[in-house]
């Protein structure tokens, strides 16, 4: 049996196998359409993939289903949509005669809540999927990936000004002290802007702006692009929470670290 490589084969190999799974080929065309039309190309990748393996490995014991929104979704039903496909999975899982057994619901999750999304909203819309689609009855054990919810908060970023230019446009400063600004990175790339519209009184070389919860796909997405280094970076922890981390007295105080 051929492995699957897209949606689209999964529909034909689904057609093969259309008298296991007889209701699966219109899910499949449904979700192609979707994905055609650009609206929702959510948790079909996992659907294909598992079934090839279902098909082809029927030594296996026990699967599972994983799936991942991305980073910071801008709706949080998606996740609800996400959990009702797995379903879907599952009940193509058990069809096959396969114990399914565990759901990965994956991250993004936000770690400070905003205008779009906040965690509040993100808990009760999962939690609600879950009652309803794979309830503790079910026996179905389920794992996330919460990373950016924990360490979001957890880093402020402070960084230096290097360089400076004053552009003279015909537009009246928003006050004395506040004038339009763009906040660019070191690397001369012109899509290397921090902030691209914003209010600040005027900087010179060698003072600081801190950006606040910079804990999550911040360092680790840095690279040396363009031939310029990465900067050193200084980590600063402050007493009282250096002090809840490491409470025993005996242990070295490195108040800073650098790499």
């Not at 007889?22 to 055609?36: F, G, I």
């Not at 040396?224 to 050193?232: A, E, K, V, Y």
Request: aromatic letters at 10%; a neutral charge.
């Amino acid at each position: 049996m051929p492995s699957v490589q897209s949606v689209s084969d999964s529909g034909a190999l689904l057609e093969v196998h259309a008298g296991k799974l007889p209701w699966m080929s219109e899910l499949v065309q449904e979700k192609v359409e979707m994905m055609d039309n650009m609206v929702c190309a959510s948790v079909f990748v996992p659907l294909y993939r598992l079934i090839d393996r279902l098909i082809d490995r029927w030594s296996l014991c026990g699967s599972f289903s994983s799936f991942h929104e991305g980073s910071l979704p801008s709706d949080e039903r998606c996740f609800s949509q996400a959990i009702r496909e797995a379903h879907a999975v599952f009940s193509a899982g058990h069809q096959l005669g396969f114990d399914m057994d565990l759901l990965d619901i994956g991250g993004g999750f936000p770690g400070v809540d905003s205008d779009a999304l906040s965690s509040a909203q993100v808990a009760q819309e999962v939690s609600s999927a879950l009652e309803q689609y794979f309830p503790p009855s079910s026996g179905v054990r389920i794992v996330a990936e919460p990373g950016r919810y924990f360490v979001t908060s957890a880093f402020t970023l402070v960084v230096n000004v290097i360089a400076k230019r004053v552009v003279n446009v015909k537009i009246a400063p928003m006050s004395p002290r506040l004038r339009r600004s763009v906040v660019w990175g070191p690397t001369c790339d012109g899509l290397d802007f921090v902030i691209r519209d914003c209010r600040m009184p005027e900087l010179g070389i060698g003072q600081w702006l801190y950006f606040r919860n910079q804990g999550a796909y911040t360092v680790s997405l840095s690279c040396d692009f363009n031939g310029i280094p990465r900067p050193r970076r200084y980590y600063v922890c402050c007493d009282t929470y250096w002090n809840k981390v490491y409470p025993m007295p005996s242990l070295p105080r490195r108040r800073f670290q650098s790499s």
